[in-house]
């Protein structure tokens, strides 16, 4: 299949499902090579209000892009672990001969209060809550970005690279806080990615999502965390809830959206584009 990505190879991590498989799709349906990783264990972390993606999810997903006739190479792999990422990204990259385009994208959310609990309900966070946040969603896009970017630097092709904040990380929001500190830390990671790889070639950028419309958020945590006044919140109550967040009066965005999003970065269209943060929120950070 020809488009604008033929010829390239696209990383893309947390690909199992939600704006993970959105943008593997996007890539596949362009044209591009694909390296495929996800933690596909839906056991992996505790204290998430919901379950990581399954490696059915993941081979779905695997499958879907691979349809497509994009060739896949798919692994397994924790994005906290960098000596398993890095094996995943070299047998990736020798198997499908380069790397062009990298999507730091694996990430989780939970709920908690800093330090005194909420009114309604929400509890103080603990340690291990608060260092499961930064391990995966700070730790584990460096740890993807060493592994990914000195193999772009030494093949001297330049290529871009996207990594997976959100509006939490341009924006303070009671009840997420460590989820706030992550995805701002996830910006600053990106501005000092943008200067020190520009001279190579090499675009950094991070998209910022506001809500979107994955089992991250849909959940009864967050029926409950928006409608704090209703005792059993339905998915519809939380829908309503969160219209008025949005400058533009829908509830969320969807994946694709995103990854729109994330395939405009990394194209050439956008080839003097680096050091941004892109809102994709309907206008909730305006």
């Excluded at 691979?66 to 198997?95: F, I, M, N, S, Y």
């Excluded at 694996?106 to 946040?133: C, F, H, P, T």
């Excluded at 391990?135 to 093949?155: C, K, S, W």
């Excluded at 996207?162 to 460590?178: D, E, K, Q």
């Amino acid at each position: 299949m020809t488009g604008k990505f033929t010829g390239k190879v696209v990383l893309v991590t947390g690909a199992a499902r939600g704006q993970g498989r959105a943008e593997a799709l996007r890539f596949a349906e362009q044209g591009a090579s694909l390296i495929l990783i996800d933690i596909a264990d839906d056991h992996g972390i505790d204290g998430l209000p919901y379950t990581l993606a399954t490696k059915a999810e993941f081979d779905e997903s695997v499958a879907a892009c691979k349809a497509l006739d994009a060739p896949v190479h798919a692994v397994v792999a924790d994005t906290r672990d960098l000596p398993a990422l890095e094996c995943a990204v070299q047998a990736g990259v020798a198997q499908l001969g380069g790397l062009d385009i990298v999507v730091a994208n694996a990430g989780v959310y939970s709920v908690g209060r800093i330090a005194v609990a909420g009114d309604n309900g929400v509890e103080v966070l603990s340690a291990q809550s608060w260092q499961d946040m930064l391990d995966v969603n700070l730790t584990g896009v460096y740890h993807t970005v060493r592994a990914t970017a000195p193999i772009m630097v030494e093949q001297g092709r330049g290529g871009a690279i996207v990594l997976t904040s959100s509006g939490a990380g341009l924006r303070g929001s009671a009840n997420i806080g460590h989820y706030v500190a992550a995805k701002h830390g996830v910006v600053g990671l990106m501005k000092t990615l943008a200067n020190e790889l520009g001279p190579h070639g090499i675009r950094v950028n991070t998209v910022n999502p506001g809500q979107v419309d994955t089992p991250m958020i849909q959940h009864e945590t967050n029926y409950r965390l928006f409608r704090p006044d209703l005792a059993e919140p339905t998915a519809e109550d939380y829908r309503q809830a969160s219209i008025p967040m949005n400058k533009m009066q829908v509830p969320w965005v969807e994946p694709i959206d995103v990854a729109n999003a994330v395939a405009f970065l990394a194209s050439d269209e956008a080839r003097y584009i680096t050091g941004v943060a892109l809102p994709v929120d309907a206008g909730t950070v305006a």
